[in-house]
């Protein structure tokens, strides 16, 4: 379990393909404070350590994962949001995150607010039912708050320091990021459709 505060980032340094699996080795400050088969969210994918090198370490991700995340195309050099799994005396800043990726949901637009940053992102119909205004979301594995809903998009409002520590900096109109919507919205949601007999 997460809470989308990102602590650090990390830089691909390579991808080896093992059949339908990729094995990542990524750089980080962090690296040398892991074991392995501790378990670190990666752009909110929660994934493995099965191996700790000098300043790196190394994860797998298999096929199912990539197949509904923005680690299908990853590259070397890709920086990735880094956080630890909370405990139970951890601070909640942000909110409860598992670290399964719902889907991935594409950048529409970027405004520089000369202060802060207004990042639009496209809302399919299929998932307009768990996003709710000033909910949260987790996005690139950051939580965030849902500032203004739109029938097929929502923005989201960065502050200065999220957007200097974490990938975000990076992105571009067009990019992808992965997705994980509220654990408790989607429990509900399942209830309602249970109810309804669909």
């Not at 191996?51 to 990539?66: D, F, M, N, R, S």
């Not at 929502?154 to 992105?171: G, M, Q, R, S, W």
């Amino acid at each position: 379990m997460f809470s989308g505060i990102i602590k650090s980032t990390g830089i691909v340094r390579s991808i080896q393909t093992m059949g339908s699996t990729k094995r990542i080795t990524i750089a980080s400050q962090m690296a040398d404070d892991l074991t392995i088969d501790q378990s670190i969210a990666h752009d909110g994918i929660c994934l493995t350590v099965v191996a700790i090198h000098e300043g790196a370490y190394e994860v797998e991700v298999v096929q199912e994962t990539l197949t509904k995340t923005t680690f299908a195309s990853l590259k070397e050099g890709d920086i990735v949001n880094l956080e630890k799994s909370i405990t139970p005396t951890t601070l909640l800043d942000g909110h409860l995150v598992q670290g399964h990726v719902d889907t991935t949901m594409r950048c529409l637009l970027i405004e520089d607010l000369e202060g802060s940053w207004k990042i639009k992102f496209n809302l399919p119909q299929a998932y307009a039912g768990l996003v709710i205004p000033h909910g949260s979301i987790c996005l690139n594995g950051v939580s965030l708050t849902v500032a203004n809903l739109f029938p097929d998009s929502f923005d989201v409002a960065i502050i200065p320091y999220t957007f200097e520590h974490t990938n975000f900096k990076h992105l571009h109109k067009g990019d992808d990021v992965n997705v994980e919507f509220d654990l408790i919205g989607k429990y509900l949601l399942r209830q309602a459709v249970l109810r309804n007999g669909e």
